[in-house]
């Protein structure tokens, strides 16, 4: 399996920006599909984005303030975070999965990656 390391978390005021990084080893992030996850204190993990070879989708909640990239040649995807919202605070996940998706739902369930960063924490102050 993929090993996922996830840095750039913190903390920040509301409007502020974060960039998480998720670096990989082991395996080639290239051949994977990859998503960003998040969980809130008391709170189900929930889909932030996801990214095919060709595709990109967002949670309606980030659309329009998140972006999510990939740098093969560095092995690493990346978070950009905009006008950031005290509601964004979560522990945010990076998940890699290289069996086929079917459709973009599979990006949206986390049940369908199998491999996890530990997570970095992101909080937003009002």
């Known amino acids: 399996q993929v090993q996922l390391v996830e840095s750039g978390g913190g903390l920040v005021q509301a409007g502020g920006s974060l960039r998480l990084s998720c670096a990989a080893s082991?395996?080639?992030?290239?051949?994977?599909?990859m998503g960003w996850f998040r969980q809130a204190p008391g709170k189900e993990r929930e889909f932030v984005a996801g990214i095919s070879w060709s595709s990109v989708y967002y949670a309606d909640s980030v659309k329009g303030r998140f972006t999510f990239s990939r740098d093969n040649a560095k092995n690493t995807v990346y978070l950009q975070m905009n006008s950031l919202k005290p509601e964004d605070t979560a522990v945010y996940y990076c998940a890699a999965e290289r069996e086929y998706f079917g459709t973009y739902i599979d990006y949206l369930d986390s049940r369908s990656f199998g491999s996890w960063g530990q997570g970095t924490q992101v909080t937003v102050s009002s």
């Open positions: 082991g395996r080639t992030l290239s051949n994977y599909h």
